[in-house]
């Protein structure tokens, strides 16, 4: 018979967070298992120090190099892989000679953890049980005296050991968050704090539950002074909304959604709308925004842009912060226009802001059909609610002539029936029957239809307000696949003239 294996959790730090199986566990064990860097010190062999005997078979595991930071140069892997390879035939003989074996773990054995290698390597081939532990992410949120998640809100954990950008795109869209492996990272986390905006919330817990703790506002502390047994805590946004914020303190954030929802907003645009105190919006693209407590939410029709801009400024110059919300990218025949209009007025002047970009419908279209928009093309609004008709007619014949690729938002509602067919004879007066067009409904929504067809084909009934049309210049391609699909693409050569 073999032995059996453990991964026991010990907790943070304080031995008395150790869960009374933990304790059981390491009481009936035959060996005791622990790894440490060349120092030689443990410290999850300091926590479970009062339950190990005389008696206790210690098999130290050491590093044969620090683990601290993961920007070592080539070798580092496999010396790393050698390691656990004799960590674990060490175990493996002991096991093999029935004895069992607890190998201890600060916090929790499957959380970022060294007993994770030993498991990889050991779980299939002896009978294994893990002892979950208390995280370093409870304990941190416990001794901070904070909410960390409620509601709907997201947490996010994220190793202080990413690159900055990626550091900054997390955090950005995180609504709660944890940053572990601190240490020499701390000051690149901090960077990447401040570009999110979130320096301001973030909170600093060093050695939680250990003697040394210490615990504050991350960005009063000396980045000389951060050890590895840190994190940085973005806690709970409910309930500590704008009262906290100061006057003048306000903004507009400009946003699209993307052209439907959640896979394509991006991380920035999805931490501006977690953060903004008001939204202000289209009914439809608000909808698409989850819900949070303690936000509110201004709905309207999409009729009068400039009132919904002026509604917007006027909230950010009391003090709020506002996310102006539309669908796809908002400078694309979108609110960000109107908002910039306004805020070109003298009592705007002061009111920050900032324009996020989002994933527009054309391109959305382009990727499901393809690559239509690899080459050259023009983006075009059919609506003539707000520009005459004669002038979208000339920019048609124009961007033809031109040969250009079109993306044609807008081309037809309930109210605007005609503009397709009109739209569709003058194409035809300078473009092949044959050439291919895309049409792309509610694209990531629901209902997406995309179908490539020919320009004769284009049949303008089809057509509606979540519709947007791609026609291909002389020298688009549409190619049908083994699959019964049809790709298109606009090569990115172009014949001598
Ligand atoms: N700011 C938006 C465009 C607003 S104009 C953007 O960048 O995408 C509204 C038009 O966008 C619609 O009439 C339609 O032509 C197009 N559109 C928006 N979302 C779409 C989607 N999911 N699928 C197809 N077309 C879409």
Redesign the pocket.
Known sequence: MTGRLYGVGLGPGDPSLMTLRAAEVIGEADVVAYHSARHGRSLARTIAAKHIREDHIEELLMYPITVETTDHPGGYRGALDDFYEEAAARLAAHLDAGRTVAVLAEGDPLFYGSYQHMHKRLAHRYPTEVVPGVTSVSAAAARLGEPLCEAEETLTIIPGTLPEDELTARLAAADSAVVMKLGRTFPTVRRALERAGRLDDARYVERATMAGERTGELASVDPQSVPYFSVAVLPSRVDTGPAVREEGSGEVVVV?TG??GAPWLTPESRGALAGADDLVGYTTYLDRVPARPGQRRHGSDNKVESERAEFALDLARKGRRVAVV?????G???MATAVLEVAAQEPYADVPVRVLP?V??AN??AARAGAPLGHDYATI?LSDRLKPWEVIAERLRAACAADLVLAL???GSRSRTWQVAKARELLLEHRAPDTPVVV??????PEESVRVLRLADLEPSEVD????LLIGSSQTQAVARADGSTVTWTPRRYPEA
């Open positions: 699209g052209p439907a539309s669908g796809g990218d908002p694309v025949f979108a989002g527009t419908a959305a279209a609004s938002y807008n081309p792309a409904r509610d694209v990531g929504g307000m979540r519709t947007i």
